[in-house]
């Protein structure tokens, strides 16, 4: 896949993003309302094959079988506090002298969970406004599959300029969501009150 040439119109983004939203409420054992109270560590595979399929039709996992000793891993943790995400990879020597490499995506149930009780105050993720928690998860997501995207075609992660270069022609912001996952809400919008804020790391 040619990453650089990669882009969606804000349109198209828009409408993918909610499709994905409405097919998580459908397809999900424990996700059925945008304010969940319960996600398993499936869910989150779900969602992001739920991505992989609509906007890299499939090559993220490819990618990964390709380059990884092992499946894409997925963990909620409930001891991040200080990201909603982390996109990990790591490389272990094995007994027989070689290098396996394995990438894992985090998210941070706690945090989540702690945002949407007071339906008056904004949540902003990854600099855009969320109005639950799985547009909040979605946010987190395509944040942390950025993250994946650059490891895996450059071996590092830092939300470059030259990272930025796969949505060239979007506003989108180097430490935001780019064109293919756009949200609908503009960054940097308030809305009166406090905003709760919820940031993405990546390690690798």
Not at 53 to 82: C, D, I, Y
Not at 86 to 97: C, F, H, P, W
Not at 183 to 194: E, F, I, L, V
Not at 197 to 204: D, N
Request: aromatic share 8%.
């Amino acid at each position: 896949m040619d990453l650089l040439a990669l882009h969606n119109s804000p349109e198209a983004v828009a409408a993918k993003t909610l499709a994905l939203h409405q097919a998580v409420l459908q397809g999900s054992g424990q996700i059925r309302e945008g304010n969940f109270t319960r996600i398993s560590n499936d869910d989150l595979a779900r969602l992001f094959h739920l991505y992989d399929h609509h906007f890299f039709n499939g090559w993220l996992g490819k990618a990964v079988t390709e380059k990884a000793q092992g499946p894409l891993l997925f963990r909620l943790s409930r001891t991040m506090t200080r990201a909603g995400g982390k996109t990990i990879k790591t490389r272990r020597l094995t007994a027989n002298g070689t290098w396996a490499t394995h990438y894992e995506i985090a998210v941070a149930s706690r945090m989540l969970f702690m945002t949407f009780n007071d339906v008056q105050r904004p949540v902003e993720v990854c600099g855009l406004i969320c109005h639950d928690r799985l547009q909040a998860l979605q946010r987190i997501m395509e944040h942390e599959i950025i993250h994946l995207v650059e490891l895996l075609a450059w071996n590092t992660s830092s939300l470059s300029s030259r990272g930025s270069d796969w949505w060239a022609g979007s506003t989108a912001s180097t430490t935001g969501p780019p064109s293919w996952s756009r949200a609908r809400t503009a960054p940097g919008t308030r809305m009166g009150k406090p905003t709760a804020s919820i940031t993405c790391r990546c390690r690798g």
